[in-house]
């Protein structure tokens, strides 16, 4: 390369074709591109997975140990075998599995209608000004409204059945959802908002060629909120209403724990709202939100 | 050569424009009342002609390039551009980062309305003309600077227009990659008879590579002088000839700058 640059003359300027320029090229591209590689599978065990299981293998031991120095009364604080024999009674009956499906089925359910109508609302508050002026503050104060309180007004309302438990999933769970999209969409580069212009795309081509791809890793954050608000609600909707319509989800077993003071009961319940609302997150949306930042090379690696 | 920049300089005449800036001014609403950023300028662009646009800071260079993208309106004056929307390059790639380098090429023509079937091979002749045949499927942030500036370029390109708009594109590279990037250019210009309006600060770069040079003066942005760049093609930056223009656009350039002192 040092070897073409000094000879400048005019005659060999003319006749740096396009070959050399090509090769020249090709040389520059080499030497800048980007390498991007995956953690080996090891690694990943070793610095994702082993850390929470080593801090929940801790947990355990604590709380065996508190057993062991009894601490408190036996009725207060049920050993974690004495809540295993809850597990496997519940397994064997066939029940285990119908508590959690019961709740799980609500819960996404709800969700997905909170998808439906929390996507064009946010979609709307972020691209139309008087719709933000409007309801933009309201929407964000109804995030701090904590969703258990609509459960009084939504059982006189709707009375004690599914339909009320759909209602405050989705009061607690809209604004989540709208709120991630419009935080998405003011995060958008207005360089990427000019170039769409400049490339033609307008009005609803630009919303759905740009604004919404662009606006994808605050939705998706939006979603995981979203969810978690989802869940919230309905264990405190499930807790608070219990009919024998309604079939017994998590929220009634821990309702019914505490009615026949079996305080494993209790702790099985809590386990397992606990565990569903982490595996949801794990398996759906923590997924779903590294592949988008991924393929963004937005994913820092450290 | 001089014969070329003759049959340009009919064309001019004959063929019409791909760009008219006729009496053009535009001032923006501040604070302290009305500020005119662009005083009357008029220019044209002749069709495949290749123009710079010169400027120290505040001569309203890219107002002007924004206002010919039809992004901004202008205060007074009209501009016209026959060939359609004129497609805009900018300093910063500007590439979406949620599709392929192939898949933003696509977009510009499946927003141009070119059918499906089309469009991948369409694609792939634009990267290969920027000299990325194998980039198709990579994503922006696994490509070098000077590799997205040529897939912007490419996708500026699937436009199908007439006039290319270059807003500084290649301030942000390295030295190496700019002057790889100026020749390839050229030769992408020369063969796609596009025409260029290239906004930079940057003389050497303006004489390097435009048939003609327009230089601003600073608040407002007025014409202030114009220069036609009678150097064969393809140029080096290093060429004499080129060193030489520069110094005299320079010495212009500064003088321009030094009256914003005086008062």
């Excluded at chain 1, 309702?255 to 026949?260: A, F, I, M, V």
């Excluded at chain 2, 010169?54 to 107002?63: E, Q």
């Excluded at chain 2, 510009?108 to 694609?123: C, F, I, N, T, Y």
């Excluded at chain 2, 407002?220 to 005299?248: F, K, M, N, Y």
Aim: neutral net charge; glycine residues 8%.
């Amino acid at each position: 390369m040092a070897s073409t640059d000094t000879t400048t003359a005019e005659d060999a300027a003319v006749k740096a074709t396009a070959e050399d320029l090509a090769g020249l090229e090709a040389g520059l591209d080499a030497l800048d591109a980007v390498r991007v590689s995956r953690t080996p599978v090891r690694q990943v065990l070793v610095q994702k997975v082993l850390p929470p299981v080593v801090a929940v293998a801790l947990v355990l031991i604590v709380w065996q140990v508190l057993i062991w120095a009894k601490v408190t009364d036996d009725y207060k604080l049920p050993s974690p075998s004495q809540v295993w024999d809850e597990v496997t009674n519940a397994w064997a009956q066939g029940t285990l599995l119908g508590y959690i499906w019961t709740s799980v089925s609500r819960g996404l359910l709800g969700f997905l209608l909170a998808l439906v109508i929390g996507t064009p609302l946010g979609l709307l508050v972020a691209r139309v000004k008087v719709v933000r002026a409007a309801i933009g503050p309201v929407l964000s104060g109804l995030q701090s409204l904590p969703s258990v309180a609509w459960v009084p007004p939504a059982v006189i309302w709707l009375g004690l059945d599914d339909k009320m438990m759909y209602a405050v999933i989705l009061l607690g769970a809209v604004p989540s959802i709208a709120n991630g999209l419009v935080a998405g969409v003011d995060q958008i580069p207005p360089l990427h908002l000019r170039a769409g212009q400049t490339l033609g795309a307008t009005g609803l081509r630009g919303t759905w060629h740009i604004v919404l791809p662009a606006s994808l890793p605050g939705y998706l954050a939006g979603l995981k909120q979203g969810w978690a608000f989802s869940w919230r609600s309905l264990m405190a909707a499930e807790i608070i209403a219990s009919s024998p319509d309604l079939g017994v989800g998590l929220g009634q077993l821990l309702e019914q724990g505490r009615e026949t003071s079996s305080m494993s009961m209790v702790f099985l319940a809590i386990f397992l709202i606990l565990i569903v609302g982490i595996a949801i997150d794990l398996l759906i949306f923590s997924p779903l939100e590294r592949w988008v930042l991924r393929s963004r090379g937005l994913l820092v690696k450290n | 050569m001089a014969t070329t920049t003759l049959t340009k300089a009919e064309d001019r005449t004959a063929v019409g424009h791909a760009a008219r800036i006729d009496h053009v001014s535009k001032s923006f609403g501040g604070p302290e009342g009305q500020q005119l950023v662009l005083d009357d300028i008029t220019l044209d662009v002749a069709p495949g002609e290749f123009v710079t646009l010169l400027g120290a800071s505040g001569c309203g260079k890219s107002t002007l390039l924004n206002l010919v993208a039809g992004l901004d309106r202008p205060t007074a004056g009209s501009i016209e551009t026959p060939g359609g929307r004129p497609a805009l390059m900018f300093q910063e790639h500007a590439l979406f980062p949620w599709l392929t380098a192939g898949k933003n090429i696509e977009l510009a023509l499946r927003l141009r309305g070119v059918p499906k079937s089309d469009r991948r091979q369409e694609a792939e002749r634009l990267l290969e003309l920027v000299r990325l045949g194998g980039a198709y499927g990579k994503r922006v942030h696994e490509l070098s600077g000077g590799m997205r500036q040529r897939v912007a370029m490419a996708r500026a390109l699937a436009q199908d227009s007439q006039l290319l708009l270059m807003d500084e594109p290649f301030a942000a590279l390295d030295a190496i990659t700019r002057d790889v990037l100026h020749d390839e250019l050229t030769r992408i210009w020369r063969e796609t008879n596009v025409s260029v309006l290239f906004v930079t600060h940057n003389v050497r770069e303006a004489v390097r590579l435009a048939q003609r040079v327009v230089l601003l003066s600073s608040r407002p942005g007025r014409i202030a002088r114009e220069w036609t760049v009678d150097i064969d093609q393809p140029r080096r930056i290093e060429d004499t000839a080129v060193a030489e223009l520069s110094v005299e656009i320079t010495e212009q350039l500064r003088g321009e700058i030094r009256r914003h002192g005086q008062h």
